[in-house]
């Protein structure tokens, strides 16, 4: 029944220790999103996919990566975390860009040691 | 550029009592406008959209919202609050001049007292 889902839920991982989350949706949508929320705040885009072309907003650090093998897998790679990293991860999708409901996934919770 | 101000981080009232919590934005073309919420340690999910059909637009759980362009507000309300609704909401445009990306509002905390 679940529509965007994330794994895993809670991922700790060390300082400079490379981690990926994973997101997944069965809607087919041609959209995916990544966001990052830190405690109290609005999510903040880090990229999105339409199909497969890439779009990388021009403040994420360089040290954030995506990958999307397929239409219903994406894939965050940060590739040395440092402690400024830890916050939610949110996965969206949408169906098309303009002006589309966002569905989001449960987020992945990332703490950084 | 398009922004969205949500006025009050947090925001409390009694149960039973009416929720207003309150979205301004910016845009120089009547913009799509949501609400989102957000249940501790879950993702945001859609309350309801605007779209320029009707100015009033209903939402699910009992919410609602009306799109002013001369205040340039989106308002969300519910006649009486639940529980349940403890929670933080988002305001967010997207489209026109802003394109595709929605801007987020910095949310606003709904307490719910007993």
């Known amino acids: 029944d679940a529509m965007v889902i994330q794994n895993p839920r809670y991922q700790v991982t060390q300082f400079g220790k490379p981690v990926t989350l994973s997101c997944s949706q069965t809607?087919?949508?041609?959209?995916m999103y990544w966001y990052q929320q830190k405690s109290s705040q609005a999510p903040k885009l880090l990229f999105h996919?339409?199909?497969?072309?890439?779009?990388n907003e021009a403040d994420t650090p360089d040290n954030f990566q995506s990958r999307r093998p397929n239409t219903s897998f994406c894939f965050l790679d940060i590739r040395s975390p440092g402690l400024g990293d830890a916050a939610m991860y949110l996965c969206?999708?949408?169906?098309?860009?303009?002006?589309?409901?966002?569905?989001f996934g449960p987020g992945t919770r990332l703490l950084v040691l | 550029a398009q922004s969205v101000t949500q006025l009050g981080s947090h925001v409390s009232v009694s149960e039973g009592a009416l929720v207003l919590l309150r979205c301004n934005y910016s845009?120089?073309?009547?913009?799509?406008l949501f609400w989102y919420v957000q249940y501790p340690n879950q993702g945001l999910q859609l309350l309801l959209k605007?779209?320029?059909?009707?100015?009033l637009v209903k939402g699910i759980n009992g919410f609602e919202a009306e799109f002013k362009k001369s205040e340039t507000s989106f308002h969300l309300t519910k006649p009486s609050a639940h529980m349940s609704d403890a929670a933080e909401y988002f305001c967010?445009?997207?489209?026109?001049?802003?394109?595709?990306?929605?801007?987020f509002g910095a949310g606003t905390r709904l307490f719910v007292k007993a």
């Open positions: 969206a999708t949408s169906r098309e860009q303009q002006s589309e409901t966002q569905y």
């Open positions: 605007y779209t320029s059909a009707a100015t």
């Open positions: 967010a445009v997207s489209g026109g001049y802003g394109g595709f990306k929605t801007i």
């Open positions: 845009s120089s073309v009547p913009p799509y």
């Open positions: 809607l087919n949508h041609n959209v």
């Open positions: 996919y339409y199909d497969k072309d890439f779009n």
